[in-house]
């Protein structure tokens, strides 16, 4: 009887350990592009990470960011000004890590329970390593694609199959992701309904393409 019994604590120990291997490898994300993140977050901002306190609760606890909120592009209607940032402790659990004291970054994130929570899923990036197009977007331009579809292309062929959906090939590209159309472009309803990848104005161009261009 003994020996049966520290059979299924044996059992019972290894299939533990299996299950924690597969929670160490556990995160893995879709790619996103800049203006999806923006149209799926509840919330953002622009902030620098000032503290960071480690929060005893679940299996790995939980990262609470202080932060300093530089300003906010989204989520007036649920925090009027961000302090706390909070994240899995775990990176296998999606946790994100910030550099404390250094940068200021673009953060997006969801609202429960009047705590903004974010991780590796989310957009988060440091501020000046974003394109002045992405800058544009999280300031006022993605906001106006909300109602369009942007529609993932990981193999040709691959066409638009609504007038709300725009063609995102960067995956096709070997300089892989992020490409030139999620650094560069947003996907913008015109005024006859459809959407199509709009680039924006710089010195000397100012265009509106084809829904399946660049």
């Keep these: 009887m003994r020996s049966v019994y520290q059979h299924l604590i044996s059992l019972f120990l290894v299939f533990s350990s299996l299950h924690v291997e597969q929670l160490t490898e556990g995160c893995s994300c879709a790619l996103t592009h800049p203006q999806d993140a923006f149209c799926n977050s509840d919330i953002v901002i622009r902030a620098k990470v000032v503290g960071k306190k480690l929060l005893r609760d679940g299996p790995f606890g939980t990262i609470c960011y202080t932060v300093k909120q ?76 909300c109602n369009c579809r942007i529609k993932p292309c990981h ?24 490409g030139y159309q999620s650094r560069h472009y947003a996907c913008i309803q015109q005024k006859e309904g459809y959407c199509s990848w709009y680039r924006g104005m710089t010195a000397r161009d100012k265009t509106t393409i084809n829904a399946t261009d660049p």
């Design 70 to 145: 530089m300003k906010m592009y989204k989520g007036f209607d649920k925090i009027q000004d961000v302090q706390h940032i909070y994240t899995d402790a775990s990176e296998s659990l999606c946790g994100v890590k910030f550099d404390i004291n250094k940068y200021q970054y673009l953060i997006t994130g969801r609202v429960y329970d009047d705590k903004v929570y974010t991780g590796l899923c989310n957009f988060n990036e440091r501020w000046e390593r974003l394109s002045l197009a992405q800058k544009k977007g999280f300031n006022h331009r993605y906001q106006l694609g």
């Design 155 to 178: 193999y040709l062929p691959c066409f638009v199959t609504s007038k709300n959906e725009c063609l995102w090939t960067d995956m096709l590209s070997h300089f892989g992701y992020p």
